[in-house]
Structure formats: C-alpha cells, structure tokens
C-alpha cells in the first residue's frame, strides 16, 4: 500500500477545502483525504462528493486544536502509505466584522487556530512528506496589508530571511498578550487579529522552507505560503468574488507542482504568480 501517493486536505468539509479536494480527486494521481473536526460533516461532505459528481475521497478525522487528534493521523498515514506526498493546511477561523466579541478574545481565539495549531500540524505531519511532495499553507491577501499595516521594526523582523521559528512563536504570544493589556497598537500591531494569524502562518511558511532547504536539500520538497482570492464561504460571505472551486485554484496548482520543478518555494503565490512579502 505504501507505494501509492496521498493528499491530504485539512478543513475540507466546505468552502475553500472543500473545493480543494474535489480539485485533487479529478486531477491527483493518488488517495485524497478529506479531514475535519466533525465525522459526520466530514463523511457527509465525502458522499456527497461520491453521490453527486462521482469523485471518490476518503475521510480521516482531525481537528488542528487537539494535538492527539494530530498524532492519530500522522499515525495513520505513516502506517498505511509510510508518509504523505502533499498536504494542504487549509483549516482556520474568522470573526465576522459585526462580531461583539472582546478584541483580545478574538485575537486569543484566531492565533490559537490558525497559527499555532497549524504549525503543530506541520510540527507532527513535515517529517512525514516524502521526497518531490507538496506542501501548502494557505495564508491570505490581508497577510499583505496586515504587514503593511504593522511598525517598521515588526515589518523587519517578519520579512527578515533568518527569523526563527522560535522568535516568530513568541512575536505571535507578544500580540496575544498586548491585545489583553490594551496596548496592541502602542506595541505596532496592526487591529486585525485574522491578518496577524495569516502573517504568522506565511512567516512560518518562510521558516519551514528554509529549513527543507537545509535539512532536505536533495528531497525536492516545494512548500509554499497562498492567497486563495475572495471567496464566496461562510467565512467571507456571499459578496466575495470567488467560487470556492475558483478559490483552490492556486493551492491546488501549487499541490501539483510537477515533480522535477525548482519552484516556487517558501513563496507567498497568489493567482498562480508569485507575490513581494
């Protein structure tokens, strides 16, 4: 079995996940996971794939908060096909605008998920991607204008080439707790608890690039950072430009990058092109 090749998408019970995975199904050569918190959302979302467009996904649980659950798939996927060849970190939360809740509980909320739990994700499944496989963090667009809106001394330190992943963590828990003294922007934090995660998870893009680069050199592994556009989900709301299927465009093109390609890696890539950090 553990010759075959496997994708694995996390938060693909709907929008943006969900579009990725019916994407890999017609066009990866391999099994395609589809992952989420919930069994029944995430089986229901699989049979629908099967009933309605005759695509076949397969489904394994996992919610990026809880690290057993994070272990019991590297676990799995270790033991079935001795790895992964492409995982796509697509899992993560915003409040709505509207929202009453406390702005530090927003930001304790929002980095808890989309930034720490994603890079235990990559923690526990980055050792298992196999030689020439994909990696995917799906970041956003208001990375972009969260940086730009940050203090010159934080911009520095987020675009820096030799940040570390440890100093990246503790600038992520220095926001959390600024946000609860009530000194966010006197510290130079931008007011967005989403676009401070997304900066967290496009930096830490960067980190783990460089890190394959030193530890895998050889192994051909392309991971990158992307903006997947605005996409109609009950996250952005229906306004949004986007379908979701137009939405997993540059993620899948990214998860399929051809196996002999130098590039991109440790880019943030947005409409297929990649974009200035």
């Excluded at 298992?128 to 972009?144: A, D, Q, T």
């Excluded at 503790?170 to 934090?189: A, C, N, P, R, Y």
Aim: charged share 25%.
């Amino acid at each position: 079995m553990a010759s075959s090749k496997v994708a694995v998408v996390t938060g693909g019970n709907k929008g943006i996940g969900l579009a990725i995975v019916r994407a890999l199904c017609k066009q990866f050569s391999g099994d395609v996971y589809l992952t989420a918190r919930d069994p029944k959302l995430g089986e229901a979302s699989v049979k629908k794939l099967q009933e309605e467009e005759g695509l076949t996904a397969l489904f394994h649980q996992l919610d990026i908060n809880d690290t057993h659950s994070i272990v019991a798939l590297k676990d799995f996927f270790k033991g079935k096909y001795g790895g992964i060849d492409v995982l796509i970190n697509n899992a993560g939360i915003a409040f709505k605008g509207a929202d009453p809740t406390p702005f530090h509980t927003q930001a304790e909320v929002t980095l808890k998920t989309n930034f720490f739990a994603t890079r235990n994700v990559c923690t526990e499944l980055l050792p298992l991607i196999k030689p020439h496989g994909r990696v995917v963090n799906v970041s956003s667009m208001v990375s972009l204008s969260a940086l730009a809106n940050c203090s010159k001394e934080l911009q520095e330190k987020f675009r820096s080439d030799s940040i570390t992943e440890d100093e990246l963590v503790k600038l992520m828990e220095k926001f959390v707790e600024d946000t609860k003294k009530g000194i966010h922007s006197q510290e130079g934090w931008p007011n967005t608890a989403y676009g401070v995660s997304k900066i967290g998870v496009t930096v830490l893009s960067r980190i783990h690039a460089r890190k394959l680069n030193e530890e895998r050199g050889a192994d051909g592994i392309l991971l990158n950072a992307c903006c997947p556009g605005w996409v109609r989900t009950d996250m952005a709301g229906p306004k949004a430009t986007k379908s979701p299927d137009e939405g997993a465009e540059t993620p899948v093109y990214l998860a399929l990058l051809p196996p002999n390609s130098d590039g991109p890696h440790g880019q943030f890539v947005s409409e297929k092109k990649v974009g200035k950090w």
